[in-house]
Nanobody, 115 residues
Framework: QVQLVESGGGLVQPGGSLRLSCAAS????????MGWYRQAPGKQRELVAT???????TYADSVKGRFTISRDDAKNTVYLQMNSLKPEDTATYYC?????????WGQGTQVTVSS
């Protein structure tokens, strides 16, 4: 049974930083493209960043230069380092794992950027 469990969300002031983690189990982690998506209230879920099995990365334009995705295949964990956070980054952040037709999601972790 595949499980993705996010952690690291919380309340942070504008300009602050957070690091999200997503621990995976029940899957051959190293072959999956791992990703982070987010959904703000009243908005559609959107891509934040992805990292392929061979470490190729993609980022949404809105987070380029501020967020960094990384993975540790030995720990079956993907991370999202978020710096220079803005109020518009406030959302529920979801971890995803994709391999061909396999597609898994975590339950989400809330990130709130507010003073």
């Amino acid at each position: 049974q595949v499980q993705l469990v996010e952690s690291g969300g919380g309340l942070v002031q504008p300009g602050g930083s957070l690091r999200l983690s997503c621990a995976a189990s029940g899957m051959r982690f190293s072959i999956y493209t791992m990703g982070w998506y987010r959904q703000a209230p009243g908005k559609q879920r959107e891509l934040v960043a992805t990292m392929s099995a061979d470490d190729k990365t993609t980022y949404a334009d809105s987070v380029k230069g501020r967020f960094t995705i990384s993975r540790d295949d030995a720990k079956n964990t993907v991370y999202l380092q978020m710096n220079s956070l803005k109020p518009e980054d406030t959302a529920t952040y979801y971890c995803s794992a994709r391999f061909i037709t396999l597609d898994y999601w975590g339950q989400g972790t809330q990130v709130t950027v507010s003073s």
